[in-house]
C-alpha cells in the first residue's frame, strides 16, 4: 500500500475516528486505527465495538491496500510532522514508512484481517436534523444521565422520534433533561430508543455548529449518524427507559423569572460554602420580588439577593448546588423561569417562553433549625 495527503486533513481525521479508539483491550487490533483505501482517497475507522466511526479524507493512491496502525502512536506522530503532504508506504509485513519533508519514521502495523467491520445498520427508523440541533440536544441533556451502572438504562439517553418531532430525554433519579426539536420532514415510523450517554458525547464532539444535517438510521440494536464523509456506529442500550411524562408537573403554585447570569454568578459563590458542608445544599428564599440564597457550613456561610418576577406565593425550599449550577451552563438563555409547586415536590427550570426544553429536579428536604 503507497499514499500521499495532506498532514492536516490526516491529522483532522485521525482525532474524529480516534474518539472510538480502545484502550488496554484484550484485542490488540482495536487499540489500532484500520486504513484503507478507498474511492474517495483513503479511510480510517476506529472502533471499541460498542462505538465506531469511520471517516474518508482525499489521498492519492499509488498501490492499494489495507493496514492497521497502532493508534495513539500513529495519533503522535502525525501530530509532530512538519506540515505539507505525507508519504506513507506499506510493506508486506504491515510495516509503514512515514515520508514528510526531511523526516522519515518507521511504524510496525497489524494484519487487518481480524479487524471487525462496523454493522450496517439496516431496515431502521431514518429522519435527518441539523447537526447543530443534534449537537444542542445531547449537551443539553447528557449532563443528567445517571453514573450509577447499578440501573444501566439510566446511563443512556431516551431518543424518542414521533412523526413531527424528537425528543431527547435524560434522568438519574434526581433531575429530568428533556430537549425536544421539531422535524423538518415526518418520520414514517416512530421509534424509541436508548443511546449510551458517553457515545452520545462522543458524537456531539464530531458533529459540526452548522444547519448541514445528519442522517440518524435507528435499528433494533444500533444507531449510526452518516454526516457524509464520516459515520458513527453505537451500539443501543437495551431495557426499558421509565415513563418520564409521568412525573413531569402539569401546574405550579409559585413561578419565577431570574436572570441567568445573576443567578449563575449566584450559585457559583454559593457552592464554595455548599461543598464544605454535608450536604452540598444552597437554600432558596422566595419573599415578593426577592430571591435569598443562603449556604452554611462549618467554616462559614453566604448569603447572596437578586431581582426576580414572582408569581404566587412566597417559598422556601433547597436543592443539592450542583444540580442548579449544571443547568445553568448549558441553558444559553437571557432568563431563567423555575415553577415550584411545594418545598418537597420537583421544581421545573425552563426557557421563559416555548417548550423545547425543559429541567426537573429534585429538591433536599431540610428542617428548619
Known sequence: MRFNCQVSDLMTALSTVSRALAVRSTLQVLEGVLIES???????????????IETSIAAEISEDGRVVLPGRLFSEIVRKLPGGSVEISVNDRYAATIRC??????????????YPELPQVEGGSRVSIAQKTLKDMVQKTC????TDETRPILTGCLMEIS?????MVALDGFRLAMRRADLAQPVEQPVQAVVGGKMLSELA????????????????????ADMGST???????????????????TEWQTRIQVKCEDLGNSIDRASLIAREGKNNLVRFHIEGDTLTLTSNAELGDVQEQMNILTEGKDMDIAFNVRYISDVL????????????????SPCVICPPEGEDYLYLVLPVRVFAS
Do not use: W
Open 38 to 52: 478507498c474511492p474517495e482517497g483513503l479511510k480510517l475507522t476506529c472502533t471499541d465495538l460498542a462505538l465506531g
Open 101 to 114: 519533508q526531511s523526516s522519515r519514521t518507521t511504524l510496525a502495523g497489524l494484519n487487518p484481517v481480524e
Open 143 to 146: 449532563f443528567a444521565i445517571a
Open 163 to 167: 412523526e413531527q418531532e424528537v425528543r
Open 205 to 224: 464532539k464530531v458533529l459540526a455548529d452548522e444547519e448541514e444535517p445528519v442522517e440518524l438510521n435507528i435499528g433494533r440494536t444500533h444507531l449510526s
Open 231 to 249: 459515520r458513527v456506529v453505537t451500539r443501543l442500550l437495551e431495557g426499558e427507559y421509565i415513563r418520564y411524562r409521568q412525573i413531569l408537573p
Open 329 to 344: 451552563k448549558v441553558l444559553g438563555e437571557e432568563s431563567v423561569c423555575m415553577r415550584f409547586n411545594s418545598n418537597v
